[in-house]
């Protein structure tokens, strides 16, 4: 198996250190031998090369089985035109590999039930929900710019065309279709053209689904909704933007911005596997990140890209296990359990895999 590792900026490279040592600690065990590529990103692919994403890298990447990332930018590059700015490296390659979908689960597990922002009455016997993310379209990749003459102004203009809706709600409804067979696709149709086609989208395709209850609710009820009653919510299926901002509020019902992996998904088997969250500038290179959500990344990979779910539950089972133990990262942490650093939490997952 050939992975792409991108490292990043920030916080990338400590988290995605760890996330190695899982998947070798899974390669040892089972078998596996796995060949590692490093390629450059972001602010430190600026910094080597001067732009963001280097064709090498979107090279290397189309070539491997799966890519790993970190993270990208900071505030070092903060001040550089739009165009050249670290994140515009990953639009690059989500778009590049034509990765549409991407997969954000927010799973709580159990033994982070304290940590969880919801009160007890509120997770009753957990919180589980897909958000199912367009990824390569809408405003993040319309026509953007300025005018300069006269009053300054900026624009950025969100496009969706019928196949880019119909192909991420199909992918809402089969995730649905699997699971407890509710899909609420979200949207802003009382004001937006592209969210009244995304609905007139959605009820099409949900033809094809009679087993799936297909719901609707605008964005701003979802993000009232989901600390309300996220047990209403089962799989959701969101534009680019509003996927976005909903998948870091539901990482907190979960316990933490540090424990939400994603999946980004095309028509192939190639996906690149990420943490939800970003660099994290302010705790980069002090041993203190939460390394769980790049780890949890790394079981989605073998999941989806590698079909090895037996690997994916094994490293999502060691996860549980070092939870249970009691250690938790800063970010997690709750009195009477063991603080660990990046470094220790990756650690003790890997040897948590080697004892299975
Ligand atoms: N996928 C990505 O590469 C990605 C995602 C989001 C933001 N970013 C970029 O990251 C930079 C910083 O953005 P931001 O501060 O708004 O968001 P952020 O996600 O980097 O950090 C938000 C807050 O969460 C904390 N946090 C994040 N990940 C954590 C982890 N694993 N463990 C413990 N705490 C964690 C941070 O310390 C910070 O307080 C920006 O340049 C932004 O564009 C990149
Ligand atoms: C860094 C940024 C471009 C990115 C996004 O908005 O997609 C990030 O916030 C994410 O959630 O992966
Ligand atoms: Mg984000």
Redesign the pocket.
């Known amino acids: 198996m050939k992975i792409a590792l991108i490292p ?1 900026d ?3 490279p400590d ?1 995605i250190e760890e996330a190695v040592k899982v998947i070798n600690a899974v390669g040892e065990k089972k078998q596996i031998s796995f060949e590692f590529i490093t390629y450059l990103a ?1 602010g430190a692919a600026i910094d080597q090369t001067g732009i963001p994403l280097p064709e090498a890298t979107l090279e290397g990447c189309k070539k491997s089985d799966a890519v790993l ?7 070092q590059w ?1 001040t550089l035109p739009g165009h050249l700015r ?2 515009r490296g ?1 639009l690059g390659l989500r778009k590049g590999m034509e990765l549409f979908a991407n997969l954000r689960p927010a799973l709580l597990f159990p033994q982070l039930k304290a940590a969880s922002t919801l009160k007890e009455e509120v997770i009753g016997d957990g919180i589980d929900i897909m958000v199912v993310r367009e990824l390569t379209g809408g405003i993040y990749f319309g026509d953007r710019g300025r005018n300069e003459e006269g009053t300054r102004s900026a624009y950025d203009m969100e496009t969706y065309s019928e196949p880019e809706i119909d192909r991420i709600t199909r992918i809402g409804f089969e995730i649905a279709k699997k699971r407890k067979k509710k899909l609420t696709s979200i949207d802003k149709a009382n004001i937006l053209e592209t969210s009244r086609l995304w609905r007139e989208v959605a009820e099409r395709v949900a033809k094809e689904y009679p087993e799936v209850e297909l719901h609707h609710m605008y964005v701003d009820n979802c993000a009232m909704q989901l600390i309300r009653n996220p047990h209403q919510f089962d799989v959701m299926v969101t534009s680019n933007m509003f996927g976005d901002i909903l998948s870091d509020e539901a990482s907190m019902l979960t316990g ?3 424990m939400l992996p994603s999946a980004s998904l095309g028509s192939g088997k190639l996906g690149m596997y ?10 980069a290179g002090q041993d ?4 769980i ?1 790049a780890i949890l990344s790394a079981a989605m990979m073998f999941r989806y890209s590698f079909e090895m779910e037996a690997e994916a539950v094994m490293i999502e089972e060691a996860v549980a296990r070092v939870l249970e133990a009691g250690y938790r ?3 997690i942490m709750e009195k009477d359990m063991k603080l660990v650093g990046t470094k220790e939490m990756g650690s003790l997952i890997a040897e948590e895999i080697k004892k299975m």
């Open positions: 990043g920030g916080i990338g988290i972001g990332l970190g993270a990208v930018g900071g505030p903060d670290p994140e990953l933490s911005l540090g990420e943490p939800i969250h970003g660099s994290a500038p302010d705790i203190i990140a939460n390394p959500a990262t800063k970010d």
